[in-house]
């Protein structure tokens, strides 16, 4: 059985800087890409960010220049780093790793910019 275990999150001030971490436990076994997803109130899911095994980033253009997602394959976790944040990145965010037999999620945080 997998785990992913998310930290991070809080609430900031807009212009502030918060980091997400979201570390895999369990039966691992190939992980793949990893992704972390927002959804806002209302909102439908929104892939924010994505890392391959190799290392390759993509992003959505809401959050180029601003989000850096990165992975420490050593301790199977996945992070993103956001600086600059907007009051339009409120959301909870979730964490999904691609494993050889799955995709799994983390349970989710609350991220949330004030104005």
């Known amino acids: 059985q997998v785990q992913l275990v998310q930290s991070g999150g809080g609430l900031v001030q807009a212009g502030g800087s918060l980091r997400l971490s979201c570390a895999a436990s369990?039966?691992?076994?190939?992980?793949?890409?990893m992704y972390w997803y927002r959804q806002a109130p209302g909102r439908q899911r929104e892939l924010v960010a994505t890392i391959s095994s190799g290392g390759t980033a993509t992003y959505v253009d809401s959050v180029k220049g601003r989000f850096t997602i990165s992975r420490d394959n050593a301790k199977n976790t996945v992070y993103l780093q956001m600086n600059s944040l907007k009051p339009e990145d409120t959301a909870v965010y979730y964490c999904k790793v691609q494993f050889l037999n799955g995709d799994y999620w983390g349970q989710g945080t609350q991220v949330t910019v004030s104005s």
């Open positions: 369990g039966y691992i076994f190939s992980i793949r890409t």
